[in-house]
T-cell receptor, first 112, second 114 residues
Framework: GEDVEQSLFLSVREGDSSVINCTYT??????LYWYKQEPGAGLQLLTY?????DMKQDQRLTVLLNKKDKHLSLRIADTQTGDSAIYFC????????????FGTGTRLKVLA | KAGVTQTPRYLIKTRGQQVTLSCSPI?????VSWYQQTPGQGLQFLFE???????NKGNFPGRFSGRQFSNSRSEMNVSTLELGDSALYLC?????????????FGSGTQLSVL
């Protein structure tokens, strides 16, 4: 079946690292994504990783993929108050599905 | 380049009514998908359109329908509204709707059903 799960809340102090975790079930997923949603706005793509990669780094963001355990994580280094938002992981549902499956979202709160 | 535009921004309806939401994709994008967002449920996939054809549909009742026009603009319709249909409805566009593409989201239509 298709399911993407995330914890609902995460609170960190400014300057610390944040790690947001996600598990998915569809082993045929070729691409996995992290999107960010700020209040009153739609989602914006932060980064994505192809399923044959283990890690991808983009400035303060590091994505780790454990394909065996179907586990994806997003690490934000030096977390700032502006990083407070909801973070969604998503998988592309496989070739020919034309469907992206999103998780429940993790609300990150950064404390000053 | 203009972003994805959704209208209206807010909508208040009563049970039993119907509603039509509109989405204008980014120029050149041919794929438009729709999602329902509710607290604790994340984004639930409604359907995806490409070149006026529905290519995939989520697990929603037949009261939820959509269409896409030749200029790629899309509408979704919900008939016989229920209280549980209250949600933020988001549309997203991309070039082809295939994996590896970036989805561009609109700001959504907040629907409240009283």
């Amino acid at each position: 079946g298709e399911d993407v799960e995330q914890s609902l809340f995460l609170s960190v102090r400014e300057g610390d690292s944040s790690v947001i975790n996600c598990t998915y079930t569809d082993s045929s997923s070729t691409y996995l994504y992290w999107y960010k949603q700020e209040p009153g706005a739609g989602l914006q793509l932060l980064t994505y990783i192809f399923s044959n990669m283990d890690m991808k780094q983009d400035q303060r963001l590091t994505v780790l993929l454990n394909k065996k355990d179907k586990h994806l994580s997003l690490r934000i280094a030096d977390t700032q108050t502006g990083d407070s938002a909801i973070y969604f992981c998503a998988e592309y549902g496989g070739s020919g599905t034309y469907k992206y499956i999103f998780g429940t979202g993790t609300r990150l709160k950064v404390l000053a | 380049k203009a972003g994805v535009t959704q209208t209206p921004r807010y909508l208040i309806k009563t049970r039993g009514q119907q509603v039509t939401l509109s989405c204008s994709p980014i120029s050149g994008h041919r794929s438009v998908s729709w999602y329902q967002q509710t607290p604790g449920q994340g984004l639930q996939f409604l359907f995806e359109y490409f070149s006026e054809t529905q290519r995939n549909k989520g697990n929603f009742p037949g009261r939820f329908s959509g269409r896409q026009f030749s200029n790629s603009r899309s509408e979704m319709n919900v008939s016989t509204l229920e209280l549980g249909d209250s949600a933020l409805y988001l549309c997203a566009s991309s070039l082809e709707g295939t994996g590896g593409e970036k989805l561009f989201f609109g700001s959504g239509t907040q629907l409240s059903v009283l």
